[in-house]
């Protein structure tokens, strides 16, 4: 069976300091990966979403990068965090279209405090 | 741009009644909707899906209904349970990777 995982679950950063979120993904190969975020109040919003190893596509202009090194690898970065960057954020895996179905399916979430 | 909207923020249902949970979409390309379920500090959980070339999809105590012309989905959850009590999130898909998701609805059922 599928298991996807992220961590750390919980981190408060101060401004300006770096970020490093990872998920990986078991259970399944070339999956399609996404990072979302989840802020108070609003629904999950797309940052990125991955396709292959190196191929990272982007939905919102924003501070923070995404990089897949790996197949079941999915990276979470910024150089140089924001107050605005807090919020829940959370890694999907999906088999696309060509599956029949466009289900995702999400890790447990990092709850990320910038200070 | 919301493209899809869950505008009620919260909804409170008596343990045995029905749940209806709604959502709106704004763009014609979707064609395949999904309902999520999230508690607390974990990731949302798959519920049920529904594909554009249908109206209809159950699966248990769960019920989706969908009405293209109106664009419009629903979630029906007959009978409700204390322990459906959670975060619901509509989503629309089009293409691959494109899936938007609206803002939730916090549903709570009282025992």
């Known amino acids: 069976s599928q298991t996807i995982h992220q961590w750390p679950a919980t981190l408060v950063q101060p401004v300006g300091s770096p970020l490093s979120l990872e998920c990986t993904v078991e259970g399944t190969s070339n999956p399609n990966l996404y990072w979302y975020r989840q802020a108070a109040g609003r629904g999950l919003q797309l940052l990125f979403y991955s396709v292959g190893i190196g191929q990272i596509s982007s939905e919102v202009p924003q501070n923070l990068s995404a990089s897949r090194p790996q197949d079941r690898q999915f990276i979470l970065s910024s150089k140089k965090l924001l107050l605005s960057d807090s919020g829940f954020y959370l890694c999907a895996w999906g088999r696309g279209r060509t599956s029949g179905d466009n289900e995702q399916f999400f890790g447990p979430g990092t709850r990320l405090t910038v200070l | 741009d919301q493209q899809v909207k869950q505008n009620s923020p919260s909804l409170s249902v008596q343990e045995g009644r029905i749940s209806i949970l709604n959502c709106d979409y704004t763009n014609s390309m979707f064609d395949y909707f999904l309902w999520y379920k999230k508690y607390p500090a974990e990731g949302p959980t798959f519920l049920i899906s529904i594909s554009s070339i249908k109206d209809k999809n159950e699966d248990g105590r769960f019920t989706v209904f969908l009405n293209k012309s109106a664009k419009h989905l629903s979630l029906h959850i007959v009978p409700s349970q204390p322990g459906d009590s959670a975060v619901y999130f509509c989503?629309?898909?089009?293409?691959?990777?494109?899936?938007?998701f609206g803002a939730g609805t916090r549903l709570t059922v009282k025992p």
């Open positions: 989503a629309a898909s089009v293409g691959n990777n494109d899936m938007r």
